[in-house]
T-cell receptor
Framework: EDKVVQSPLSLVVHEGDTVTLNCSYE??????LLWYKQEKKAPTFLFML????IEKKSGRLSSILDKKELSSILNITATQTGDSAIYLC??????????????FGRGTQLTVWP | NAGVTQTPKFRVLKTGQSMTLLCAQD?????MYWYRQDPGMGLRLIHY???????AKGEVPDGYNVSRLKKQNFLLGLESAAPSQTSVYFC???????????????FGPGTRLTVL
């Protein structure tokens, strides 16, 4: 059975701190790993990673994939209260002819205090 | 350009009642998905569709049925609601066509369902 595990499940920090969120996976026929941010409503897309060792960046957020270790990290530097959210990791894995099906982890609840 | 919309936003049912959740998209995406999200559980796939007229089971399909009669709509039905189906339901869509990122899913705003 395919698995996506995120850690920690919850994290509380103060504004200005740097955080690292982890995602590990065990899936057959891995294609890509995606990170989503979920505030009060729908998840919104952050990054998609397909190649090992290539960092994706968007402002204070960055992410990298390690295919050898079957894992990814999401870094947030100089955190702000607006970064408070659930961060979801998902893996795209092909089973048979099915495309586009994502396997989600349970998420990391990040709380940033002022 | 509304993207992905869900109807209704909130609903309270009594055990045994039935209802249908509607997902509509104007993105011309091929693939559509229904997820449920419970506290601490992430997103779990209920059913999905890879095109008009097709449906398939996800991780937690029991107690739910779906239909995709039109490309832009994906319906999720609960025939006899149970308290265990109290959850937030999200619809999502993705491209699916060649050279379109089929794995980047776009989510609707969610439906909060309570079954008493």
């Amino acid at each position: 059975e395919d698995k996506v595990v995120q850690s920690p499940l919850s994290l509380v920090v103060h504004e200005g701190d740097t955080v690292t969120l982890n995602c590990s996976y065990e899936v057959t026929n891995f294609r890509s790993l995606l990170w989503y941010k979920q505030e009060k409503k729908a998840p919104t897309f952050l990054f998609m990673l397909t190649s090992s060792g290539i960092e994706k960046k968007s402002g204070r957020l960055s992410s990298i994939l390690d295919k050898k270790e079957l894992s990814s990290i999401l870094n947030i530097t100089a955190t702000q209260t607006g970064d408070s959210a659930i961060y979801l990791c998902a893996v795209d894995s092909i089973r048979g002819s099915t495309l586009g099906r994502l396997y989600f982890g349970r998420g990391t609840q990040l709380t940033v205090w002022p | 350009n509304a993207g992905v919309t869900q109807t209704p936003k909130f609903r309270v049912l009594k055990t045994g009642q039935s209802m249908t959740l509607l997902c509509a998209q104007d993105m011309n995406h091929e693939y559509m998905y229904w997820y449920r999200q419970d506290p601490g559980m992430g997103l779990r796939l209920i059913h999905y569709s890879v095109g008009e007229g097709t449906t398939a089971k996800g991780e937690v399909p029991d107690g739910y049925n779906v239909s995709r009669l039109k490309k832009q709509n994906f319906l999720l039905g609960l025939e006899s609601a149970a308290p265990s189906q109290t959850s937030v339901y999200f619809c999502a869509t993705s491209g699916g066509a060649p050279f379109v990122r089929y794995n980047e899913q776009f989510f609707g705003p969610g439906t909060r369902l309570t079954v008493l």
